[in-house]
C-alpha cells in the first residue's frame, strides 16, 4: 500500500513538473496563423516611422487544384516605431496571429538601408521564430512595391525574388546574404559586404546591382559585373561567364567552369601586402574572330586576353571599394586574425590605410576545352 | 478398485453419472466371466475399439494395440476416458487396463493465417498436442529434444507439453520454466494465453515478456538457440522462453532468403515500429508547437488542408486514430466476406467523404493511415504498440516534441528495466553485445552466426565449425574453368 502510494505521489508531481515545463498553451493551430513570407521594411511618409509590408499567403489560393483566380498572398501594411510595434498593428486588423517562423525574405528600402539596419534586424535577431537563413535584399525606390510586383511562375512575389536570387545560373551571380551573414558581417569591424540590389520595372522585380553595406549601413552600390569581380576575389565564384568586349568586332565569352581564389597575406620588413592568387578555368562559349583551328598559339593567344581582361577589371573594383572605403576583401580582419600585434596601428586608422594597402592580383587563366567544335564556324 | 467388471462399472459410471456421450459395452468373456470396456463416444475411435479391442478379448486372442498399461484407480480411470482411451474392466481382476484409442476429430494441419511466409516451410501447428508434438520432432530429429507433459487446471486437466534440447538448453531456465507451471493453481487452462499469464515476468506493462508462434520450424530455431517451448493442448500457439524485444523484428522468412534482403527488411520493420508508434503525436507535436521545423511547401499543403476543418490537430488525429482501431477491430473479428464490407465503408465513404466534407483534414487521414499500415509489419509488438501511440499522442498534443521525446525514453527505459525468465528484454542492445548485434538489425549471412545468443546461457555455446563460409576456390576441373 505504501509503495502503491509513493508510486502515485511520484507520478502525480512528476506530470505537474513536466506539464508546466512545456504545456498545452502553447500550441497553435495552423489555421489560426497568418503566415508571413516576406516582409518589407521603409520610412513611412513623416520620415521617422517605419512603414512594414508583410506578405501573407493564403494557403488555401495555393493548393494545386484552386482555380488560381484569385491571388495567393495579401499584403498588409502598418506603421510603427519598429518591427515588434508594426507586428503588433497587424494583430489589430488581422483575423489571424501573425507568425515570422516561415519567413523566407526581407526587403529594405535603399533609404532605410543608407540609415541604418540594425534597429529592424534587432527585432529578427531576438526573436525565437524567424530563421538566421533568410536572405535580405535591398530595394531600390519603395520596398513594398516589390512585394507587389507580378507573379510568374510562381504564385507570389516572393517567390519570384527567391528564385531569381537561386539562380546561381550561367550569367547571374549574385551572393546570396542571409541575415545571418549579414550579423557576423556587421559585428566584424571595418568589414563590407555586399547584398542584392533589385529595382521595379513594368511591375517585374528586376535585380541588376549589388548594394555595399559597411557595417549597417549602405555605403554604395556596384553594378552585377563589377560584383562577379568582388565575389571573384572573395573566392565565393565558382562559375558564370565571362564576356571580353575587346572592340566592337571582336568579342570572345567564356564559360568559367572552375575557380580558385588564394589570399596570402604577408608581413615583410615592417610592410604588409596582399597577394590574391585567382586560377580560372575556363571554355570558349563563343568567339567572333580568330583563325580556322585552335593551336596552342591561338588558345594562348585567347588565355591571354581573358587574363588581361579579368585583370583590368579586378582591379577597377579594387579601386572602386577603395574609393568607397568598403573593405569588402576583409583585409582587416584577415590582418587582425594573422597579426594582431603587428597591424594594431595600423588598423587603428584603417579607413585610410586601406586605401594605400598593397594589392597584388594575380590572374591564370587556362583553356581547357573549346566548347563541342574545335574551331570556329565562319 | 473392485474384484468384479460389474462394480468397476457401477463405480465409472457413477462419475459420469449417465452422460450422453459415456459408452459402457459389457461382453462376456470366452470364461464366462464378464467383462466391460468404456470409453467415450467420438473421442474414441470405434474402429480401434471394435477391431483391435473387442473383437480379439471375445474369441480369446492377444489385443493389438500399441499403447497400453494397467491401471489401478477408478479415477485414473476416469482420466485416461476423457483423454479418448478406452478401460477395461474384467471379472477378477482388481486392477483395469487401458488402450490408447485416440480418435477425436481435429482440424488438418495448414498454413498459419498470422505468420505467411514467400519462402520457407508453410506448415503449422494445430489444436491437437499430438499432432503439434509430431510436427516438431519432424523437424529436430535428435534424440536430445525432451518433452515433458504436465496437467493444469482442476476443471479443463489440459495438457502442457514443455519442449527443450537436452543439450543445448540450460538446466536453470527449465528448473525456472517447471517452478513457474508448478504454481499454477487454477480450474481452466483453454489456451496457451491462459498459460503465458500465469508465467511472464512483468504482468502489467504492455510488452509481452513470451513469444508465441504457429510455425513448428520457428520452436526449432528457438530451440536450437538455448530456448524452450511451451506446446498447450487444444491452442495452435505454442508459447517460447525467453523472449527478447528484438524477436519482434525477426521473421522467418529473414532465414530463407539473401542475408542482404533480410537486412533490408529488417530495418524497415524496425523504422516501421517507431512510424507507427510515433508518428501521429510527431505530426500533432510538429503542427501545433514546432511549425518552423515543417518545411515551407508542406506547411502551406497542412494549412491549406486543415483551413475550415473544425477540430484542433490533437483532436482530429485523435479521432481518425479511434476510428481506425474500430476499424481494426471490427474487421478482424468480422467473417471474410463482411469484412470487405468494412473496409469499403471504413476506407472510402468514411476517409473521402469525412476530407470532402472538411470535417477533417487530408494531412490526418494520411498520417493515421501511414501508421496504420506500418503496424501490420511487426504483429507481435503491434498490440503493445497500440497503447503507447496513444499515450505519446497525448504527451505530444500537450508537450509538443518535449512531450514525444519523454514518451520514447519513458518507454525505452521501461524496456531497458524488463526482464523475461532471466534475461534482460533489451538484450543484445541493452546492454550491449557487439557480437550478437549481427542478428538483430541486420541478418548476418548463416556462416557467421557461430554462437549461440550467450544471455540464453546455452550449455553447447557453438553452432557451428570455425570456418564454414563458402569458398569454393575455381570451378569444375573438366569445365577447364578451374582458377
Redesign the interface.
Known sequence: MKKVLRILCAAVLLSIF??S????W??????T?A?IMGISVDFAEDGEKYLVTAQI?V??Q??SDSAGSEKAYINAAAEGAGIQATLHEFESSLSRKI?T??T?LIIFSEEVAKSGLSPVLDYFYRSS?A?FSVPIIIAEGKAADLLDTKVDLEKMPVSRILGILANHGSDVIMSQTTMGDLLREMVTKNSATTLALFSTADERPAMNKAAVIKGDKMIGSLSIEQQHYELLVNGEYEEGIIVCKINDDKVVSFRITKCVTEQDLKYENGEFSVDIDIYITAQISGVTFGGEEYTTEARKEIEQILHDFVTDRIMEVLQITKDMNADTVGLCEMLYRKYPRESKELLENWDENYKNFPINVMVSAKLTATGAVQERIK | MFKTAEENLNAVSAIFKGDNDFVAREFELPNGGKGAAVFIDGLASSEVINDFILTPIMNDRPISVGEADRLDTIKKASEVILDGDTVVFLDGFDTAAYFSTKGFPSRNISEPQTETVLRGPREGFTESLRTNTALLRRKLKTPDLRMEASRLGSRTNTTVCLCWIDSIASPDLINEVRRRLDNIDVDAILGSGYVEEFIEDEPVTPFQTVGYTEKPDVIAGKLLEGRCALIVDGTPFALTMPFLFVENFQSPEDYAIRPLAASFLRIIRIISFFITLALPALYVAL???H??LIP?TL??????A????PF???LETAVMLFVFEILREAGIRLPKPTGQAISIVGALVMGQAAIQAGIVGAPVVIIIAFCAVASFVSPTVSDSVNLMRWLLLLLG????G??VL?GLLSIYILLASMQSFGVMYLHPIAPLSLQELGDVGIRVPMWMLKRRPSALHPQDKIRQANKTKPKFNGGIPSYGNEQ
Open positions: 513536466l506539464f515545463f512545456g504545456g498545452c502553447s500550441a497553435d493551430e495552423i489555421n496563423k503566415i499567403a494557403p488555401s495555393l493548393k507568425y517562423g516561415h523566407e521564430e530563421r | 503542427v501545433d508547437f511549425p518552423e515551407t506547411l502551406y499543403s497542412i494549412a491549406s486543415s483551413e475550415g476543418t484542433p490537430a490533437p498534443s500537450t508537450m509538443g518535449f512531450g519523454l
